[in-house]
């Protein structure tokens, strides 16, 4: 039994590198390379691109947070309960 296994192994990698040299040995479509390249230059632009849109919102994105740090911040201050010499000495 391990000796099948062996030479159907055996049989298998032979068969899989003459396939390989197949392969190797047939030339390709210039057309099928030309548009294997230009799906790897839009990928590549695609990734570039949003690269750059999350670099240009990443101090957008801080900034927004930050701002709503501040308003939560100066809600808690304003909803603070006054007592009533607070609540006097707010009056107009």
Not at 8 to 32: C, M, Q
Not at 65 to 78: D, F
């Amino acid at each position: 039994m391990a000796t099948d296994k062996i030479e159907e192994e055996a049989k298998e990698d032979a068969i899989d590198a003459a396939k390989e040299a197949a392969a190797a040995a047939v030339k390709k479509n210039p057309a099928v390379e030309i548009a294997e390249q230009a799906a790897e230059n839009f990928d590549a632009q695609k990734r570039n691109e949003a690269a750059d849109a999350e670099a240009k919102a990443a101090p957008i994105i801080k900034a927004m947070k930050e701002e709503k740090v501040i308003a939560t911040k100066a809600s808690q201050a304003a909803a603070r309960v006054l007592d009533g010499e607070e609540w006097t000495s707010t009056m107009p």
